[in-house]
């Protein structure tokens, strides 16, 4: 059987103490994960809370200001409206990318897409 060196005296003798240090960073560490998740989660709650309002917002001022009738008697007039509804289109799209490039951090906090 071989003896310990003094360096592996010193080292057994000191595992303890190492040791508590090593559990009281795991806990701090802990601490400091559970307080940014906890912001990030607030501030992921805030940006849907934001997204449904944008959403809203749309479709609210395409309820009010989308033309809902075409006036066949001259197509000249027509222009306008096309405009008007490719414009809620494209806001259209420009949401529903909005919504996709939220989904990695829906999944992180458990939110259903």
């Not at 190492?18 to 940006?47: P, R, V, Y």
């Not at 309002?53 to 033309?67: G, I, M, Q, S, W």
């Not at 007039?77 to 990695?104: G, H, S």
């Amino acid at each position: 059987m071989t003896e310990l060196s003094e360096e592996d005296k010193a080292k057994l003798s000191s595992l303890e103490e190492e040791w508590n240090k090593f559990l009281k960073g795991m806990s701090e560490a802990h601490a400091i994960i559970q307080k940014c998740f906890g912001e990030h989660k607030a501030e992921m709650d805030s940006t849907i809370e934001d997204f449904k309002k944008e959403v809203l917002d749309n479709r609210n001022t395409f309820k009010h200001n989308a033309p809902f009738a075409v006036d066949k008697a001259n197509e000249n007039d027509n222009v306008k409206p096309l405009e008007r509804l490719t414009e809620f289109k494209m806001a259209c799209i420009e949401l529903r990318q909005k919504e996709e490039d939220m989904k990695p951090g829906l999944e992180i906090f458990e939110y259903e897409a």
